[in-house]
């Protein structure tokens, strides 16, 4: 059974930097696209960025190209999201789940907890 553990989260100030991670346990991670996803209160997941089980190719909300990036570490079974210049609007709970490429948007196993994100100016 494949379970996703998210930490990371916090309280910045506009214009500061965080580095999410993601610790999956069971499966083979290093086959797995992973890709993490934001909620806001009140409304629906959305898809933030995505990465390949080799880490070659990802993708991202055009929303976030600019500031956020993913990354991988196989061997620790751990996908990070690193957010710079962080917005008001970031503010979400961030979860991260195994996709199905190569599209990586559409999760595939049971959503962690997430870690919440604030973000005050």
């Known amino acids: 059974q494949v379970q996703v553990k998210e930490s990371g989260g916090g309280l910045v100030h506009t214009g500061g930097s965080l580095r999410l991670a993601c610790v999956v346990s069971?499966?083979?991670?290093?086959?797995?696209?992973m890709a993490w996803f934001r909620q806001w209160i009140g409304g629906e997941r959305e898809f933030v960025a995505g990465i390949s089980g080799d880490g070659r190719t990802s993708r991202y909300a055009d929303s976030v190209k600019d500031r956020f990036t993913i990354s991988r570490d196989n061997p620790k079974r751990t996908a990070y999201l690193q957010i710079n210049n962080l917005k008001l609007e970031d503010t979400a709970v961030y979860y991260c789940n195994r996709v199905i490429p190569p599209a990586q948007e559409i999760a595939i196993e049971a959503w962690g907890q997430g870690t919440q994100v604030t973000v005050s100016e």
């Open positions: 069971g499966g083979t991670f290093s086959t797995y696209s």
